[in-house]
């Protein structure tokens, strides 16, 4: 059964629209659309096939099983993914056509046994750690491995086609690591260049790089959470300023109305209490579905043509709105958690000032049993 009492309505046309306005903005360099975590919730292959469509030349997935599903489908453009451990399974990930990130000595050897076993060349994208303190190798370590990467290039088994790295602060405008993270990936590239490298894409920029920190484009950008309209810096660079629109639409059908009296405590622990005669609307939505249980009396819901903050607590299916007596608001009427703003609807931005966290987890962690519905082309 597919019937479900709310949805996430996403515009494709937005993503394809942000990921053109990513491209104006990254002006010579290509653009990778970053896909990962089912394309920050929006669904792995409309979302992809959205960005493809907006310009986006390269596809990025953190995860292998991301990667090889957008081959799976069909989709022949350059895909990079990065995050695996040993004992992955390269084998199929070369196969498949698609370039790897190399992070560490470790890797180099998984990816080089791939290749070997499966005839193939792999083309890697060997990964520096410019300072953000997580994935790559310390330019301490990278002349060894970049090393070892070129004599494996010289025998046939892999390629080096990219050097990449990642930013820490690139949302902080010119703070200063972002700089230092410059100087050493350029130092890095230097030595891969130097060593005998013909790299045919140098990456660091993520949506805070492509609309901030224009040196960084390089040849590549990998914007994730601007492709899909939202802003990696909304009190700097916020999307509307940008020209990006978020593409998701959370709602949810009323699941009943009904008056209640002043002094009713509302929802578990009864954290909220009704300060006058009013009416109640039960919202179908719970921590299960993603909603985050840190919403409870914070965030804001669109209803009945305005905006109200959840009453008490949410739950693991639903929440309550106190919406006041003569509201108009019926059960089955649309509440509208997070949309693009232009009705005047909360943004996930608001959901995630309110929940105390960022607009990525508001998106990614929305819950598979929520049906993704999807408008525009591809639709
Ligand atoms: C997630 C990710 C991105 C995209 O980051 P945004 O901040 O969403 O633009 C780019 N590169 C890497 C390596 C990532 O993990």
Redesign the pocket.
Known sequence: MTYYPARAVVDLDAISANVTRLAEIARTAQVMA?V?GDGYGHGLLPAARAALRGGATWL?A?QLSEALALREAGITAPILT?LYAPGAPLAQVLRAGIDVSVPAPWALTEVAAAARATGTTARVHLKVDTGLGRGGSFLEDWTAMLADAMALQAGGVLSVVGVWS?LARADELDHPSVRDQLDVFAEAVRRAENAGAALEVRHLA???GTLAVPDAHYDLV?????AYGLS?MPGTRPSDDVGLVPAMRLEANVHLVKDAAAGQGVSYGHTYTTATDTSLAVIPLGYADGIPRHAGNTAPVFLGGRRHQIAGRVCMDQFVLDIGRGSGVHAGDVAVLFGSGAEGEPTAQDWAEAAGTIS?EIVTRLGTRVPRVYRGEGG
Do not use: T
């Not at 990998?222 to 601007?226: H, L, Y």
């Open positions: 970053v990962k990025g953190a990065w990642h993520n949506s805070a990998r914007p994730g959470i601007a990696p990525y």
